[in-house]
């Protein structure tokens, strides 16, 4: 081979390479220890590939072009948009819930300038970044009182520290959850400092099985949202009443971790979300969610709950070091806004996408397909085709929302060939694969999707994406 005549001599030298690249206009501003760093990277792996024997470009050409490539992926954005059309709604890999034009108006006001955050100009004193949410979220889930922080996750650290640091928590074995990311109940117990009682049985767990477990140790029952999975058969929880006043005669408060948490009734196919004020009225003292799960806001956690607790909440060390950012909280105040103001089915996009009917996604489809149609003459076959959507994000797990879609077969591209080829376009298009056909739910796409996704597999069809 021509390659192996090739040596560690002929590979440039740094200056050389540096001198051609110092003046490339596009290279702009890039600091010359930055540039001279990918310099380095470049030539190492060069030589590598030398060392092993492995076919290397050292020329001029192309060893400035790869330096330049690296450099102008490193002064570029990687998190961007992309096409959701997996169906999926809360998609964890593809940024949860995304926000209405209320939250995003929000955002932009306050993002680029100064803002009311813990100024308040009615006193002209100091305010609270917490007062903006707490009333709003009070008047639409009945709590008493409320205090945000960084998510849910958090939310459920700062609960327990606060009321069962040392103390003894009551947990049904039924509800021991692990969230993906390595938030494990036991775990978030432990680091809290509480002790974990695990009550009952995986299956089954009786109100007899907490009331046992009670003792002058007890700090609080905790219930937690089997969010991701369900146990199904001969099973058996205590219903909330029944908790309440159990956890009520012997003083201790009883904390759910809704995990998603919805303000809106969502019923389909027989299955009932309970809702955070539907909680909140059973008596249940303090419930802490997500703000970018099925509430559709920005991330956040939000305890909501009884004044007592929540008021030991806002003194406790940890709070400071998991508070709110202030987009994300003038993503929520949008978000609420919109429960309390608007149309909640038309204004929250994750509510929107929820609670579309089959003749509306039908019709998407449709136009979608028809988009496609010239595709036909490259011999790609399209067709209109009913799905299942999940909501994802570990929430409403196997409840199935009918969808419809588009699924494309292409004579010239196997699936996983179009399914990589729509995700390396430049506004990449996640997409599903299912017997060799990829599968584009339009459940979760905007117009301008339909756009881009038109473009992308012209694009692919003509040999230009690959
Ligand atoms: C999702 C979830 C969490 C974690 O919430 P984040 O907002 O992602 O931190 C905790 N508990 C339950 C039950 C959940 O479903």
Known sequence: ????????????????????????????????????????????????????????????????????????????????????????????????????????????????????????????????????VVDKLCALTGAEDAIIVNNNAAAVMLVLSVLAKEREVIVSRGQLVEIGGSFRIPDVLKQSGARLVEVGTTNKTHIADFEQAITDHTAAILKVHTSNYRIVGFTAQPDDKALVLLAHRYGVPLVEDLGSGTFRNIEVNGWHEPTVSECLASGIDVVTFSGDKLL????????????????????????????????SLASLEGTLVDYLTGDVCKDIPVQYMLSRQSDDLREQACTLANRLQPLRSYGWSIEVVPLISHAGGGTLPEVEFGSFGVSIMATDHSAAMLEKALRRNSTPIIVRIQAERILLDVRCLAVEDMVIIEAACNGIAKGEIL
Do not use: W
């Open 1 to 132: 081979m021509e390659n192996n005549r090739l040596t560690m001599r002929d590979i440039p030298s740094i200056e050389c390479l540096l001198g051609l690249l110092i003046n490339q206009p596009e290279l702009g501003n890039f600091s010359h220890d930055i540039i001279v760093d990918r310099l380095r990277f470049v030539v190492n792996e060069a030589r590598d590939k030398l060392r092993e024997n492995q076919v290397a470009d050292v020329s001029l050409n192309h060893l400035v072009n790869r330096v330049k490539s690296e450099l102008l992926t490193l002064g570029s954005c990687s998190l961007r948009k992309v096409v959701n059309a997996t169906g999926v709604v809360l998609h964890t890999n593809l940024g949860r819930a995304p926000l209405g034009k209320s939250a995003v108006h929000m955002v932009n006001a306050i993002m680029s300038g100064y803002s009311t955050l813990e100024y308040n100009v009615t006193t002209g004193e100091r305010g609270s970044r917490y007062a903006h």
């Open 296 to 327: 559709g806001a920005g991330q956040a956690g939000i305890i909501a709950g009884k004044k007592e607790y929540i008021k030991m909440m806002k003194s406790h060390p940890l709070l400071r070091a998991i508070r709110i950012d202030k987009l």
